[in-house]
């Protein structure tokens, strides 16, 4: 002979079946709403970092704007001031002409006429 086979013993359910249950949820429906709340809360995040650079950019730009519209006001007075100057300037230039003229009238009357038009020749107000 050779060695018996063991009983066919029959003992029913005396355990219940093992647990498939690791401790960690696995299950595909809870892994996807973790990765969803996990995305949502990143959404999240980057909402209020862009917001914030938003807000910086907006408040740079505002002052950028400002000090433009600040150098051009005194851009704006300085070209006023450099207008005026030069009205000014060819008021002067038109009054000391006249006058030249009135000289040369004069020199002319006393016969110094050829004096006055070397001396001004000479000095390059002709």
């Given at each position: ?5 063991p ?20 299950d ?7 990765q ?5 809360q ?5 909402d209020m ?8 950019f ?5 002052a950028?704007?400002e000090?433009a ?10 070209m ?12 002067n230039?038109?009054?000391l ?8 009238r004069?020199?002319?009357?006393k016969g110094?006429?050829?004096e006055?038009?070397e001396g001004?020749?000479?000095s390059?107000?002709s």
């Amino acid at each position: 002979g050779g060695v018996a086979p063991p009983p066919a013993w029959k003992l029913g359910k005396l355990m219940p079946a093992p647990s498939t249950d690791s401790g960690m949820n696995t299950d595909l429906a809870s892994a996807s709403d973790l990765q969803a709340q996990m995305e949502a809360q990143m959404q999240v995040q980057l909402d209020m970092k862009l917001a914030r650079m938003r807000e910086q950019f907006n408040a740079q730009l505002k002052a950028a704007q400002e000090a433009a519209a600040g150098d051009r006001s005194a851009m704006e007075q300085k070209m006023q001031t450099l207008r005026e100057q030069l009205m000014a300037s060819k008021g002067n230039e038109k009054r000391l002409r006249d006058k030249l003229m009135d000289l040369q009238r004069i020199m002319q009357g006393k016969g110094l006429g050829n004096e006055l038009s070397e001396g001004m020749r000479d000095s390059g107000l002709s």
